[in-house]
């Protein structure tokens, strides 16, 4: 065992940069995915047939296939393309094609936006009925129905299913690795073991980097549930 190259002040800052591009594609991609889970679930809950039926069959594709596929079809499907090559120094949005960090961002923001689409889905159909009525019967609209009574409370019921999700995709952010030029965490160690033949003491401190995110993710949506679910905990005799 030799951790100590793991000290190594260029180790350390190659640790360093692989954290700030984890987190980064984590933070990125969890925002633009709760962006497109939300209009996502709203069509997968509308009237509209053909655009459910659309949704459904993204929302079906991005659950039934592996994330590391939808990576390598991104960047070495469509990033790879004559027909976007010929644009991606002139034509937005192609231009970011060539970026591996957008390509990535892309991939995992497609992912997590078919998983949590869904959570989201059922969570607006378990709204309980009394409520709806009684907003109904206060004068609400459809529109204000749902941004007043059955989003707000859709979401809080799907926090605990969505902070497994997130912690999920923590974890496979390491897939990343996987696009060159991208240098995440996982990178990272696969570098110094590289570099030093040490893959044990490599793998384990990348490891410990995400066991230490994982558990601050994990805490703060245990704080989160204990403010925002507190009506929902059995009352107390």
Known sequence: ???AVIFEPQNLALYGNGILTTLGLLFSSLAVGAVLALLCALALTGPWAPL???VGVYTYVIRGTPLLI???LIYYGLGQLEWIQARWDTVWPWTHFKDAFFCALLAF???TAGYTAEMLAGAIRETAAGEIEAAQAYGM???KVMLHIV???AMR???PAYSNEVVMMLHATSLASAVPSMLDVTAAASRIYSDYYLPFEAYLAAAAIYLTASFCLIGFFKFSEARLLAYLAPRKI
């Open 70 to 72: 939808q990576v390598y």
């Open 151 to 153: 989003l707000p409370s």
């Open 141 to 143: 609209n459809r529109f």
């Open 1 to 3: 065992m030799n951790f």
């Open 157 to 159: 019921r799907t926090l």
């Open 109 to 111: 923001s497609l992912n």
């Open 52 to 54: 459910r039926w659309v």
